[in-house]
């Protein structure tokens, strides 16, 4: 069975200071790995997907993730943080094979401080 | 283009009535939809997934005869509420897939609140 983890349900950043968000998965079978955005009372955005390509996938809005198959992680990276950034994130592992049924971790709040 | 619309966005019911959310793609034709349930501060939860033209599959512990999906259309998915409580107040999220194996879009998501 597939499962996600997303380590720290509340990160503060300072505006312009690196962000951070880190996801370890599970997976039997080789993994697709999403990031998502949720701003309130709204449905998710993608900022980016892992389909077995490059390990290191960039996204909109500045962002970036690298998978690194040794960790099982997908941590979510950006340089330097904007007020606008301030929403919650989701990872989410779907199978390659199967039933490529999507599993959300349990998001993580991201708060940029002025 | 991928673009998920959902109606109503938000909706207020009485308790015992139905409500039915209309999830719909726009500029493609979604051989696969996906319901998830959304609480307060609190992950996605797939509800079911349905196939144009066949029941959905639905996961554990959802109740299928409460929660009524139809995919009748390539570019239409319904999810009814029946016999609604106070307790299925939630956000309810859509997303459609060109085939089960493609990537998901979602919907805006529509908030329903059970008086």
């Known amino acids: 069975a597939q499962s996600v983890t997303q380590l720290g349900s509340h990160v503060s950043v300072s505006e312009g200071a690196l962000v951070l968000l880190r996801c370890n998965y599970s997976?039997?079978?080789?993994?697709?790995l999403f990031w998502y955005v949720q701003y309130p009372n709204q449905g998710l955005q993608l900022l980016l997907k892992?389909?077995?390509?490059?390990?290191l996938v960039k996204g909109i809005n500045g962002f970036e993730a690298e998978f690194k198959k040794s960790e099982t992680s997908f941590h979510l990276t950006k340089p330097s943080a904007h007020m606008s950034d301030a929403a919650e994130y989701f990872c989410a592992v779907s199978d390659s094979s199967g039933t490529y049924k999507y599993i959300f971790g349990t998001g993580t709040r991201l708060k940029v401080l002025a | 283009g991928a673009v998920v619309s959902q109606h109503p966005s938000w909706v207020i019911c009485k308790s015992g009535t139905s409500v039915k959310i209309e999830c719909r793609s726009l500029d493609f034709q979604a051989t696969t939809m996906f319901w998830y349930r959304q609480f307060p501060k609190q992950s996605l939860m797939l509800m079911a997934t349905s196939n144009e033209g066949s029941k959905a599959t639905y996961e554990q512990g959802v109740e299928k005869d409460k929660f009524l999906i139809n995919h009748a259309s390539l570019t239409l998915s319904t999810l009814t509420v029946t016999s609604a409580h106070p307790e299925d107040s939630s956000f309810y999220i859509c997303s459609a897939s060109l085939n089960l194996e493609d990537e998901q879009y979602f919907g805006p998501g529509t908030r329903l609140t059970v008086t």
């Open positions: 892992y389909t077995s390509a490059a390990t």
């Open positions: 997976s039997s079978v080789p993994p697709y």
